[in-house]
Structures are given as structure tokens and as C-alpha cells.
T-cell receptor, first 115, second 109 residues
Framework: DGGITQSPKYLFRKEGQNVTLSCEQNLNHDAMYWYRQDPGQGLRLIYYSQIVNDFQKGDIAEGYSVSREKKESFPLTVTSAQKNPTAFYLC??????????????FGPGTRLTVL | AQRVTQPEKLLSVFKGAPVELKCNYSYSGSPELFWYVQYSRQRLQLLLRHISRESIKGFTADLNKGETSFHLKKPFAQEEDSAMYYCAPTRQGNTPLVFGKGTRLSVIA
């Protein structure tokens, strides 16, 4: 599997600490996304970015922050303000956020556990 | 509110039996619809999209605008079909995909 990489695979954080999850893609995609996956909840959109230096909030952005300084990178910071941060986080990319027939390509995910 | 509903959390079928994974959406107009699949220890990946009208791994999905449904079907289930399946329509205005909560398909030998 190539294309989209996420690191680390597992991450442990103490309560009250901020932590940054990495997402990199070499597909030359303009759009990138962050989702949170919880059992029984499906995938919920946290943030997405259509282009460098631009991003929009998704459905559950509170307690999270992102940056998009480079086309290939879209890091997600889980702040201490996020009340239930323990989850599986998925990063994805696509040619464009608003293109029709817009297939998303997913990374392997990062499992964050708050101790 | 724009929503997508997958009513079954878990669906168990015997090998060789027909499979139907249900998906209903509440968007008006003509959304684009996708099915994504996540096999054990693999990445989430696109299974099929309604616009292409193709059959992937024996699965098909027909858009029924009257019923606002996009059910995924396969006539004969195989053990390797066991996975988590997500229905994903685009929102109005073609904003990013909205994923349903998923249905876990278990095919019993």
C-alpha cells in the first residue's frame, strides 16, 4: 500500500496533552480529509481541505485543529479540549473535494488512546 | 437534515445465500452514491459507485430515487465478502461524502 501514509499506527497520550497525527500523500491530490471512526458511529468528518492553505470544519471539529501548508501533508492536532479523543483516526485524499464521482483514498489509520 | 441510514449494524448470511445491505438517504435531487468496504486489517476502499453501473466482486447497487435507496446486493455470498460496508452519498452541492454508520457483513460457511 502506498499513496497515503499515517503515523504513528498507535499513539498514547496523557489526559490534558495535545497530540498531532501525521498524514502524508504522494498522489498529487488537492483534497484531504480527516475522519474519526468509532464503533457503531461509522465515519464522521472532522476537517477537510480542498487546497493548500485552506480548510473547512466538518461535523465534529470541536477540540481539533489542522493545517495545510503543503499539498502532500495534512496534520491533525487533537487538543486537550476534545472531550473523548480515544478513537481510530482516518485520513483520506481525493482529486478534489467538489468534483463529481469523487473517490476518496484512505490511509491505514492511527489509533489514539488517552490514558 | 441530510442523512444516510444503514439500518442493520450486523448482517449474517450463509455462504451461497443472497445478500442485501440496505442504504437510505434523505437528500433531494440527484446525489452521487458510493459503497465503501473495509476488510479485516485492510484500508477502507471504494467498492462501487452508482454512476458507473458496474459490478465489482459480484456486487451491484441500484439507485431508487423514488424510495431514496441505494441497496447493495449480491446473489451468492462468499466468505471473503465478510467485511464492514459503508454507504456514502455526496451532500447537496457536492460537498464531501457523508458516510453511513456501516453494516458488518458476516458470511458463515
Amino acid at each position: 500500500d502506498g499513496g497515503i501514509t499515517q503515523s504513528p499506527k498507535y499513539l498514547f497520550r496523557k489526559e490534558g496533552q495535545n497530540v498531532t497525527l501525521s498524514c502524508e500523500q504522494n498522489l498529487n491530490h488537492d483534497a484531504m480529509y480527516w475522519y474519526r471512526q468509532d464503533p457503531g458511529q461509522g465515519l464522521r468528518l472532522i476537517y477537510y481541505s480542498q487546497i493548500v492553505n485552506d480548510f473547512q470544519k466538518g461535523d465534529i471539529a470541536e477540540g481539533y485543529s489542522v493545517s495545510r501548508e503543503k499539498k502532500e501533508s495534512f496534520p491533525l492536532t487533537v487538543t486537550s479540549a476534545q472531550k473523548n479523543p480515544t478513537a481510530f483516526y482516518l485520513c483520506a485524499s481525493s482529486l478534489g473535494a467538489y468534483l463529481p464521482y469523487n473517490e476518496q483514498f484512505f490511509g491505514p489509520g492511527t489509533r489514539l488512546t488517552v490514558l | 437534515a441530510q442523512r444516510v441510514t444503514q439500518p442493520e449494524k450486523l448482517l449474517s448470511v450463509f455462504k451461497g445465500a443472497p445478500v442485501e445491505l440496505k442504504c437510505n438517504y434523505s437528500y433531494s435531487g440527484s446525489p452521487e452514491l458510493f459503497w465503501y468496504v473495509q476488510y479485516s486489517r485492510q484500508r477502507l476502499q471504494l467498492l462501487l459507485r452508482h454512476i458507473s453501473r458496474e459490478s465489482i466482486k459480484g456486487f451491484t447497487a441500484d439507485l431508487n430515487k423514488g424510495e431514496t435507496s441505494f441497496h447493495l446486493k449480491k446473489p451468492f455470498a462468499q466468505e471473503e465478502d465478510s467485511a464492514m460496508y459503508y454507504c456514502a452519498p455526496t451532500r447537496q452541492g457536492n460537498t464531501p461524502l457523508v458516510f453511513g454508520k456501516g453494516t458488518r457483513l458476516s458470511v458463515i460457511a
